[in-house]
């Protein structure tokens, strides 16, 4: 069985300061990780992707995570918050050959002035 | 090219009534799927296809059915519509079946059931 557990659902930062938005899985098999963005009333726009590469993945906008077999996690990151960067995050998981992505529960990420 | 392209953008059925959301693209995609999304769950998968011909059935498929005629077209088919199907319909596609393709994501329909 497979699931993905985001364990924050709201997330505020002030403009400037990191961002750690955190996520937790659970597969039987190797997984691919993906996280994804979705601005308000928007699609979904994938940021990136682990697909058993380098564990440490860049992605767009400056964002980053870190896949951790023996922590279960695959958290990401930033730097630095942008006001554009206020969205919704979702963790994805899904194991090679399944077809079938299973979405964690969102993180909404709020940015301060 | 114009991406994943969803109609309607909005809906208002009435309990009982029938219709089907359309999805398309011209990427000349293997994969494509449907979802939903409910406030606090995320998304969910109800069916997806690997290819014309061939669908399967996701998380959440009861009250839905799809089929899958052509490479670019995948719609989505609600037979008598229930208020539990209120939701924001999203319709992904990726350019072959496996896990670790990009999925590129539709700008989703809202569907309300009265």
């Known amino acids: 069985a497979q699931s993905v557990t985001q364990l924050d659902s709201h997330v505020s930062v002030s403009e400037g300061t990191p961002v750690l938005l955190r996520c937790n899985y659970s597969?039987?098999?190797?997984?691919?990780l993906f996280w994804y963005v979705q601005h308000p009333n928007k699609g979904l726009q994938l940021l990136l992707k682990?697909?058993?590469?380098?564990?440490l993945v860049k992605g767009i906008n400056g964002f980053e995570a870190e896949f951790k077999k023996s922590e279960t996690s695959f958290h990401l990151t930033k730097p630095s918050a942008h006001m554009s960067d206020a969205a919704e995050y979702f963790c994805?998981?899904?194991?090679?050959?399944?077809?079938?992505?299973?979405f964690g529960t969102g993180t909404s990420l709020t940015v301060i002035p | 090219n114009a991406g994943v392209t969803q109609t309607p953008k909005f809906q208002v059925l009435k309990t009982g009534q029938s219709m089907t959301l359309q999805c398309a693209q011209d990427?000349?995609?293997?994969?494509m799927s449907w979802y939903r999304q409910d406030p606090g769950m995320g998304l969910r998968l109800i069916h997806y296809?690997?290819?014309?011909?061939?669908?399967d059935q996701g998380e959440v498929p009861n009250g839905y059915n799809v089929s899958r005629s052509t490479t670019e077209d995948f719609p989505l088919r609600l037979l008598s519509a229930a208020p539990s199907q209120t939701s924001v319909y999203f319709c992904?596609?990726?350019?072959?079946?496996?896990?670790?393709?990009?999925?590129?994501f539709g700008p989703g329909t809202r569907l309300t059931v009265l």
């Open positions: 992904a596609s990726s350019y072959r079946a496996g896990s670790t393709d990009t999925q590129y």
């Open positions: 597969s039987s098999y190797s997984p691919s």
């Open positions: 682990y697909t058993s590469a380098a564990t």
């Open positions: 994805v998981v899904t194991i090679d050959s399944r077809n079938q992505f299973y």
């Open positions: 990427m000349n995609h293997e994969y």
């Open positions: 296809s690997v290819g014309a011909g061939i669908t």
